[in-house]
């Protein structure tokens, strides 16, 4: 004899069944009821209660009717745009900081963008990013009860399960419990992760990579960063520090890098890195007219787009290093697709030659023949849109704890 289900168990089965028609709103819309019980297999009465429930969280909005011959006709269902809102905050660069209002959708409603001395002030850091989203909500006329929540990107090993800044060396924050700090402060939920991964979620769901369920977003700059997308998702690895990909070794006993160790990738192929090399070709080449001393990396850039041979030596290097390590991702992941990305990636073409070569010369038997590289610049607010997305991804969450 059978028992009935206990109230915790209907509960859960009540909130399954929202999420499977919300998603199923979100991803066909619009969409009629009759279409909803046909997609998800739940009764008609099921359907009419929950949607009518959603219409009135101001979740789902009706829009139009279906076309029919005969009978009373369907009305259409849709997300409602305005019903919630999300923030997305990100810090691309040192003291950058970036935020944007995204409706559910993932549309940008609003953006703004500042500079605040961050670095060496965890602490002081905290409380500037809650003034900021509190200040931007203020100025954006939203009410506090129709936003979901802050996503948040930082740089570095980000434990995203616990909230948790490990290690940040660009900002030398370590072990910084910002999540929960964040959400006492705003009375909001608050999900962080690293940067990169706010990225790839960003080019998974509006940008190069919707179309891969396979691919690789490796970001040129300030760090080298990498996003890895498997099977449609975010891969962190065992404890969310995955992706490092700047911080593998490139030349053993090599220089020193910001994090510590030596020899990293981004020891030679950031723009850090890049200077470093031109500062070490001044010293060897003393007194030598096509070394000219002094140079800001855009003007050693410019020396090379006039054709300065001896400069363009550091470019070369820097993408024969950068290639070989492509090719090892490639070799490892087998990737449809590496998005090659950055702010001011189009200002790297020095590098690109050596780079194609050494990913070319490397790669592993056919992994590299129908591999696309795409190289494009990222938009500021695409980092923010993609921290954004960490709440939009969490809210269409399945109870049971699936994956869009």
């Given at each position: 004899m059978s028992r009935s289900a206990s109230p915790v168990d209907r509960k859960l089965m009540r909130a399954m069944n929202q999420n499977t028609l919300l998603n199923l709103i979100r991803l066909h819309a619009p969409i009629s009821r009759t279409q909803l019980m046909a997609?998800?297999?739940?009764?008609?009465?099921?359907?009419?209660?929950?949607?009518?429930?959603?219409?009135?969280?101001?979740?789902?909005v009706e829009q139009g009717v279906a076309e029919s011959t005969i009978g009373r006709k369907a009305?259409?269902?849709?997300?409602?745009?305005e019903g919630r809102y999300v923030i997305g905050l990100s810090l691309v660069e040192e003291e950058t900081i970036a935020m944007v209002l995204l409706n559910l959708l993932g549309e940008v409603v609003a953006s703004e963008s500042w500079t605040a001395p961050l670095r060496y002030q965890g602490a002081a850091a905290v409380q500037a990013l809650a003034d900021g989203v509190t200040g931007f909500l203020s100025h954006s006329g939203i009410a506090r009860d129709k936003v979901l929540g802050l996503g948040c990107g930082f740089s570095g090993y980000v434990a995203a399960?616990?909230?948790h800044i490990v290690d940040d060396w660009i900002h030398q924050w370590h072990d910084l419990a910002i999540g929960s700090l964040l959400s006492e402060k705003l009375q909001i939920p608050v999900y962080i992760d690293n940067i990169m991964n706010c990225l790839g979620s960003y080019e998974r769901l509006f940008?190069?990579?919707?179309?891969?369920?396979?691919?690789?977003?490796?970001?040129?700059?300030?760090?080298?960063?990498?996003?890895?997308?498997?099977?449609?998702?975010?891969?962190?690895?065992?404890?969310?520090?995955?992706?490092?990909?700047?911080?593998?070794?490139?030349?053993?006993?090599?220089?020193?890098?910001?994090?510590?160790?030596?020899?990293c990738l981004e020891a030679y192929v950031s723009d850090q890195g890049l200077l470093a090399s031109y500062h070490e070709l001044c010293q060897t080449h003393p007194n030598d007219p096509a070394v000219p001393v002094g140079l800001t990396l855009a003007q050693v850039q410019e020396q090379v787009q006039q054709g300065n041979a001896t400069l363009q030596q550091i470019f070369t290097h820097a993408g024969h290093l950068l290639g070989c390590g492509l090719a090892t991702l490639v070799n490892l992941f087998n990737p449809e697709c590496i998005i090659l990305t950055?702010?001011?990636?189009?200002?790297?073409?020095?590098?690109?030659?050596?780079?194609?070569?050494?990913l070319h010369q490397h790669t592993f038997s056919r992994l590299g023949e129908e591999l696309q590289l795409v190289i494009e610049p990222v938009a500021e607010t695409c980092w923010a849109q993609g921290a954004g997305c960490l709440v939009l991804r969490h809210f269409f969450r399945s109870p049971l704890g699936a994956s869009l």
């Open positions: 997609l998800s297999g739940l009764s008609s009465g099921t359907v009419v209660t929950i949607t009518a429930q959603l219409l009135e969280q101001e979740l789902i009305g259409l269902l849709e997300l409602h745009p399960q616990t909230g940008g190069p990579g919707k179309q891969y369920h396979d691919f690789l977003t490796v970001t040129l700059g300030r760090g080298i960063g990498l996003a890895m997308i498997v099977n449609g998702e975010i891969y962190r690895g065992a404890r969310g520090g995955g992706g490092e990909f700047g911080h593998i070794p490139a030349i053993a006993g090599g220089r020193l890098c910001e994090c510590g160790k030596r020899g950055g702010p001011d990636v189009n200002s790297h073409q020095a590098i690109f030659a050596s780079m194609h070569e050494a």
